[in-house]
Structure formats: C-alpha cells, structure tokens
C-alpha cells in the first residue's frame, strides 16, 4: 500500500463516491417526490388566514410522494420573490402555492417567467389568459356563501340591529364577503345595517381592538370581519358581552357564548387537485373556483346560544347552495350611494369573474371604500 | 343622532388614549430614564416584543397574569443590561447596538414564542370606574387597566425623584457631564447601565400590557413599532417624565382617531388618520431636531448631541 500517493487516492475516494450515489440517483429519477412549496404572508398558526393554509398544507404532507417545504412571515415585497427562487433553486421545489393575495402582481408574474417549468398555484388572484403565463394559475373559494350564512345567522341573532364589520383593505374579495354578509342579513331583516370599520392591513391588533371597541360602543351587537388573525376581534366580541361570526378558521374556542358561526376555508381541496395535476404531469389548472358545493368552503358549526329558526334558516339556505339553486348576488341591488349596480332580473353566477372586481358596497352597509 | 355621535366619538378616543397609550407611556418612561444617564436605547423595540412573549408565555404557564407582567421586566432588564454592558465597551457605538438588540429582540421572541400563538393565557383585571354610569359606553370607557395607573403614579414619581432624591441628581450629572460626576467620586458607568437595565425593564412591562391586556394575545404582529416611536416621544416630552404622560395619551389618541371616526360613520381618507401616529412622530422630528441647535432639555452626554 505504499505507492498509494495523494492523487490515487483521490482517485479512488471520488469512485467509491460515484458508485455509492449512483443507485441512489436513479432511484430518485425513477421515483422522485414531487417538491411543493408553501409561502404564508404570517405565523402558520394564527387563528386565522394562514392557519386555514398550514392545516391544509399538512393534509398535502401526508400525501404519497410528496415533499412539502414551508416558509411563513413572508412580506407581500420583493422578498417573496427571493423566497420562492430559494425553494426553486435549493429545494427543487416544481410546485409552489403562493397564498396570500399580494404577492401576485407582480412577484409571482415574474418568478413564473424565470422558471417556466415550475408551477405556481397563487391564491386570489385573477389569472388572465391573454397576458399572464401558462405556469400560473389561480386558485379561490367563494367564502361569500359561507358569509352570506354568517349574514342569515346574525340578522336572527341581533337585537340592536346594528353589526359591524372589520376589513382589512377595500379590495374586491373584501367587499364581495362584506357584501354577501349584509345581504344574508338584510334576507332576514331588511332594517339591518351594517357598519365598516377599515384598518389599512392584514394584521394590526391593537387596531383591530380599538375598531371593534368602537363598534360595539356604538351598539353593534355582532362583531365579524375580514382580516388575518379574527382573534383579537373574536376576543374583544366575548370580553364585552358581544356575539361575533367567525372567519378563515373555526375562532369557536375563543367565544364559548358569543360565537355564532363562521365561514372557513378548506384549502385541501384546490391544493390537493394542483399537487395530482403535478404529479401525473397534466397541464395547470389555471382558473379553479369552488363553493361550498365543491368542498372549498365549509361553514362552522353553530354556537350553543343560536336560536333554532336562525338554524333553520341558515341551514335552508345552505342545503340550496350545495344544490347549486341559489343565486347570491341578483337584481334588484343598489349599492350604498343609492346607484343601481344590478337591475331587476339581473343575476350574477358564483363563476362570474365580475363579481371579483367587485367595487362597491351594497345598501345597507355604512361606509366609504 | 350628530350629537350622540360626538360623544361616542369623544369617548372613543380618550378611551383609546387610555388603552392604546399606556404601552408608550411605560418604554418611554424607560427611555426617558435611560437616556437622562447620556445613552440612548433604540433596541426598545426589540424589548417590548420580547417582554410581550415572555409575559404572555409565562402568564400561561404559570396561570397568573402578575407573574407574567414580572417575567416580562426580567427579560427587559436582562436585555437592557446586555445593552448597557456592552455599551460600556470602548469604541462601540450605543446607536448601532441599539439597532442589533431590536433584531436581536424581535428575532428571539418570535422564535421562541411559536409555541404560544395558540394558547389563551390569563389577561391583566381592570378597575371599572364607570359602575355610576349605565351608558354601557361609559363603563367601556373607564374600564381601565391597573398597569395605567402604576405608570402614571411611576411618572409622578420618577418626575419628583430626578429633582429632589440624591440618585435622581446623581443620574442626571452622568447624563450631563460625565466629567464632574467622575470628579465628585461616582461611577458613571455604573450608573449608565443600572439606567439602561431599568428602562429595559419598563418597556418590557409596556409589552406585556400588549400581550396580556390590550389587544391581549402574542403573535408575529404585535407591536407596530411602538418601541420606536417612544424614542420620538421623549424628544417631544423634553426628556421630562410627566410629559412623557400627556405625550403618550396624544399618541394613544393619535392611534385610536382612525377606528374612533370611522365607527361614528366618518369613513371618508380613513388611511390619512391610520397613519396619524406616524405623522405625528415625523411631524415631531422635524418640529424639535434641527442640525444648526442643541434641543433644550437635552442631556449633553447623549449621543444625538456629542
């Protein structure tokens, strides 16, 4: 073993090296799992938006053959941008879901053009045959049925009359479930007014806190809202004696007495036909929309305190949604500047892209966008 | 209907002066102390987060929102003495290891609080000083937290304590010329970092009020640079503790005036009034920082001024 010099053995090492990676490789090109990658815009747990996204994210995990990498507080900026080349580059990730609404224009635009081989599933946004990629596609659940329930519960529950409702940003998914809340209550009782408080983000407690106060010094008695984290506001509801309609996820162990229902999301569904489409190598899914029909959506179950006909009601309207024979969004409907936005006999279908430019709020609602 | 609005609206905001205020009226206390001993802390921030965290953390493990509030000055003070330390050194600059213990902070606890976005902890009691008035509004209103209270008879106190004890004169001379302190036999060191470690201290109770009072849960989200913006706020109160009080109720306001409006059915700009407190802060800055004069009040050892 004497003439074994430093090049030698070199030369062996780096066989030995080769041989032992080779099976391994060929097993990974033979039967390679599929990378998916998930970027949240805040904390996977936060009773709220991301959350709804993580616990699907987990069900895809579970998943045979699949790979799931995960990166949370991630910026609506250029930085989801760097974090989605990383999963491309490092991870090898061939599928990403880009979940939170403004990363889509222009950061998933771009990436997508870097990478035409990787797919990339963004939630919300309005995907555009004629000038955005192939590789992209856009996946959404029509969450205004589950608040036009909220709505139906409310309007039977509330005795002032009076509901508020706390946004985050007047975009059109904003205004279409502020929209379709206000309709399933006004269903009820056309008296009903519902007040919008705006707070300018996604996630700003002590603003949250401050506008549900606000509201329920004015005399609200039912608090929901469209924001990141329900909790602060769910919170606030039952400290104060209020009841409060949850969003995105179940808030029902927050409130024990003022939780009425919610409207949740269940992502599994759209991830869940995005990751089989990648994996059998079929071509994007680029427009996929669901309702409660479909499994996109799933509304919570009722608090203790919800009266019986409330029940009815809502679970009526429900079981008419599943059939597909209701029709949310119809004429006639002016919006809250007294402007007739649908005529009589006019109808908009859940598929109706107009409805996800929505830009006013209905009669009924107090509040500028 | 205008004029219950008006008073709805009046309520609302002293109201949310109260509740939206008192984090800043506690770190800038803190940063008031501090920076009477010639340092400046920017790492506030940081620290109020981490006191956040950990009070909620421990409030919840231990069942007692107080406990909470404790453990919450402890990592202030154990953060603000590793600033004041380490300032100690020669050639380090307190601005910049200001700007490291914020990320340093901020960075810590939302690692270390994964754990704790899910459970519900213990809040912080209220006194109801509104039971005379059956306007439900009213009672919301003077539903007011113990931890207001305690910083405001702290700014009285520090307020009396820094003209009138020994260690109150003590802290300002180091703060106003170290030299003569050195001179008459103290430590001015010493006293810097017993300063700094106590302002630490106090922002961290100012962030354990967020996390387990107002709005009363730990996330990612919490603080909107509250901690920074009581930098600004000690300028504007002149380096005096009382007006560190009145400064913070303006903010709290500041802060509450967007919601408060927009409730009262006034919706119309409402990002204009989101964004007061910031405006306010930058509206401050320029008012009171001009290159070309030393700010009245100013301790002449800080930094800002050297």
Same mark, same amino acid.
Request: net charge neutral; aromatic share 10%; hydrophobic share 45%.
């Given at each position: 073993?004497?003439?074994?010099?430093?090049?030698?053995?070199?030369?062996?090492?780096?066989?030995?090296?080769?041989?032992?990676?080779?099976?391994?490789?060929?097993?990974?090109?033979?039967?390679?799992?599929?990378?998916?990658?998930?970027?949240?815009?805040?904390?996977?747990?936060?009773?709220?938006?991301?959350?709804?996204?993580?616990?699907?994210?987990?069900?895809?995990?579970?998943?045979?053959?699949? =790979?799931?990498?995960?990166?949370?507080?991630?910026?609506?900026?250029?930085?989801?941008?760097?974090?989605?080349?990383?999963?491309?580059?490092?991870?090898?990730?061939?599928?990403?879901?880009?979940?939170?609404?403004?990363?889509?224009? +222009?950061?998933?635009?771009?990436?997508?053009?870097?990478? +035409?081989?990787?797919?990339?599933?963004?939630?919300?946004?309005?995907?555009?045959?004629?000038?955005?990629?192939?590789?992209?596609?856009?996946?959404?659940?029509?969450?205004?049925?589950?608040?036009?329930?909220?709505?139906?519960?409310?309007?039977?529950?509330?005795?002032?009359?009076?509901?508020?409702?706390?946004?985050?940003?007047?975009?059109?998914?904003?205004?279409?479930?502020?929209?379709?809340?206000?309709?399933?209550?006004?269903?009820?009782?056309?008296?009903?007014?519902?007040?919008?408080?705006?707070? @300018?983000?996604?996630?700003?407690?002590?603003?949250?806190?401050?506008?549900?106060?606000?509201?329920?010094?004015?005399?609200?008695?039912?608090?929901?809202?469209?924001?990141?984290? +329900?909790?602060?506001?769910?919170?606030?509801?039952?400290?104060?004696?209020?009841?409060?309609?949850?969003?995105?996820?179940?808030?029902?162990?927050?409130? +024990?007495?003022?939780?009425?229902?919610?409207?949740?999301?269940?992502?599994?569904?759209?991830?869940?036909?995005?990751?089989?489409?990648?994996?059998? @190598?079929?071509?994007?899914?680029?427009?996929?929309?669901?309702?409660?029909?479909?499994?996109?959506?799933?509304?919570?179950?009722?608090?203790?305190?919800?009266?019986?006909?409330?029940?009815?009601?809502?679970?009526?309207?429900?079981?008419?949604?599943?059939?597909?024979?209701?029709?949310?969004? =119809?004429?006639?409907?002016?919006?809250?500047?007294?402007?007739?936005?649908?005529?009589?006999?006019?109808?908009?279908?859940?598929?109706?892209?107009?409805?996800?430019?929505?830009?006013?709020?209905?009669?009924?609602?107090?509040?500028?966008? | 209907?205008?004029?219950?609005?008006?008073?709805?609206? !009046? !309520?609302?905001?002293?109201?949310?002066?109260?509740?939206?205020?008192?984090?800043?009226?506690?770190?800038?206390?803190?940063?008031?102390?501090?920076?009477?001993?010639?340092?400046?802390n920017l790492g506030l921030e940081g620290i109020l987060v981490a006191?956040?965290m950990?009070?909620?953390?421990?409030?919840?493990?231990?069942?007692?929102?107080?406990?909470?509030? !404790?453990?919450?000055?402890?990592a202030g003070?154990l953060l603000g003495l590793l600033h004041?330390?380490v300032?100690?050194?020669?050639?380090?600059?307190?601005?910049a290891f200001g700007i490291a213990l914020m990320l340093l902070g901020t960075g810590l606890a939302f690692f270390l609080?994964?754990?704790?976005?899910?459970?519900?902890?213990?809040?912080?009691?209220?006194?109801?000083?509104?039971?005379?008035?059956?306007?439900?509004?009213?009672?919301?209103?003077?539903?007011?937290?113990?931890?207001?209270?305690?910083?405001?008879?702290?700014?009285?106190?520090?307020?009396?304590?820094?003209?009138?004890?020994?260690?109150?004169?003590?802290?300002?001379?180091?703060?106003?010329?170290?030299?003569?302190?050195?001179?008459?036999?103290?430590?001015?060191?010493?006293?810097?970092?017993?300063?700094?470690?106590?302002?630490g201290?106090?922002?961290?109770?100012?962030?354990?009020?967020?996390?387990?009072?107002?709005?009363?849960?730990?996330?990612?989200?919490?603080?909107?640079?509250?901690g920074?913006?009581?930098?600004?706020?000690?300028?504007?109160?002149?380096?005096?503790?009382?007006?560190?009080?009145?400064?913070?109720?303006?903010?709290?306001?500041?802060?509450?005036?967007?919601?408060?409006?927009?409730?009262?059915?006034?919706?119309?700009?409402?990002?204009?009034?989101?964004?007061?407190?910031?405006?306010?802060?930058?509206?401050?800055?320029?008012?009171?920082?001009?290159?070309?004069?030393?700010?009245?009040?100013?301790?002449?050892?800080?930094?800002?001024?050297?």
């Amino acid at each position: 073993m004497s003439d074994l010099d430093r090049r030698k053995f070199l030369k062996l090492a780096g066989l030995i090296g080769i041989t032992a990676a080779m099976p391994f490789s060929f097993a990974r090109a033979a039967d390679k799992p599929l990378v998916v990658g998930f970027v949240y815009v805040g904390a996977r747990d936060d009773f709220g938006y991301n959350q709804a996204h993580a616990q699907a994210a987990r069900i895809i995990r579970s998943m045979p053959n699949v =790979k799931v990498i995960e990166e949370e507080n991630v910026p609506e900026t250029s930085a989801v941008q760097q974090a989605m080349e990383a999963m491309i580059r490092q991870d090898g990730a061939e599928l990403i879901f880009a979940t939170s609404f403004g990363y889509f224009d +222009p950061h998933v635009l771009r990436v997508a053009q870097r990478y +035409p081989d990787v797919r990339f599933a963004h939630c919300g946004g309005l995907w555009d045959e004629s000038k955005h990629p192939k590789n992209v596609g856009s996946f959404f659940g029509y969450i205004d049925e589950g608040q036009y329930l909220n709505g139906v519960v409310a309007g039977h529950m509330s005795k002032t009359k009076r509901i508020g409702f706390i946004a985050a940003k007047p975009v059109a998914q904003v205004l279409r479930n502020i929209n379709a809340f206000t309709l399933g209550a006004r269903s009820v009782d056309p008296e009903i007014t519902t007040t919008v408080i705006f707070t @300018g983000d996604w996630s700003l407690p002590v603003r949250e806190a401050e506008a549900a106060n606000g509201l329920i010094d004015q005399g609200c008695d039912v608090l929901t809202c469209h924001v990141d984290g +329900p909790k602060v506001i769910v919170e606030t509801a039952e400290r104060r004696g209020v009841m409060s309609c949850g969003y995105h996820a179940s808030q029902a162990a927050l409130a +024990p007495n003022g939780y009425l229902t919610g409207a949740e999301w269940n992502w599994e569904t759209p991830y869940r036909a995005h990751v089989e489409a990648a994996q059998k @190598g079929e071509t994007m899914n680029n427009f996929l929309r669901g309702g409660l029909a479909e499994g996109f959506v799933k509304a919570s179950d009722y608090g203790p305190n919800v009266s019986a006909e409330a029940r009815e009601q809502a679970d009526a309207v429900k079981a008419s949604m599943i059939a597909g024979e209701f029709t949310l969004f =119809k004429g006639p409907l002016k919006d809250n500047k007294g402007n007739v936005v649908l005529a009589e006999g006019e109808a908009l279908g859940q598929t109706d892209v107009v409805l996800e430019q929505m830009n006013y709020l209905v009669e009924g609602v107090r509040g500028d966008i | 209907m205008g004029d219950l609005d008006l008073v709805t609206f !009046l !309520l609302a905001l002293l109201a949310g002066a109260v509740r939206v205020g008192t984090p800043f009226l506690f770190v800038s206390l803190g940063e008031c102390l501090t920076e009477k001993s010639g340092r400046i802390n920017l790492g506030l921030e940081g620290i109020l987060v981490a006191g956040a965290m950990t009070g909620y953390a421990v409030a919840y493990l231990s069942g007692s929102a107080w406990t909470g509030v !404790l453990a919450a000055g402890g990592a202030g003070l154990l953060l603000g003495l590793l600033h004041g330390i380490v300032c100690s050194l020669p050639r380090v600059n307190d601005i910049a290891f200001g700007i490291a213990l914020m990320l340093l902070g901020t960075g810590l606890a939302f690692f270390l609080g994964k754990a704790f976005i899910q459970p519900q902890a213990p809040m912080l009691p209220s006194i109801s000083l509104g039971a005379w008035s059956d306007d439900g509004r009213v009672r919301s209103a003077l539903n007011i937290n113990m931890l207001f209270f305690i910083g405001v008879a702290l700014a009285i106190f520090l307020h009396w304590g820094l003209r009138s004890t020994r260690w109150g004169l003590v802290l300002r001379l180091v703060g106003d010329h170290s030299e003569s302190a050195q001179a008459l036999g103290y430590r001015p060191l010493r006293v810097r970092v017993m300063a700094t470690a106590v302002g630490g201290f106090l922002a961290g109770v100012g962030g354990s009020y967020l996390s387990l009072y107002y709005p009363g849960s730990w996330n990612e989200g919490l603080s909107s640079g509250q901690g920074l913006m009581a930098v600004a706020l000690v300028i504007f109160a002149r380096w005096q503790p009382l007006n560190c009080l009145w400064a913070s109720m303006v903010f709290g306001a500041a802060g509450a005036i967007g919601p408060a409006l927009q409730s009262v059915g006034i919706s119309s700009g409402y990002y204009l009034y989101s964004a007061a407190p910031y405006i306010l802060t930058m509206a401050v800055m320029l008012a009171t920082c001009r290159p070309n004069r030393t700010l009245t009040g100013a301790p002449g050892e800080l930094s800002l001024n050297r």
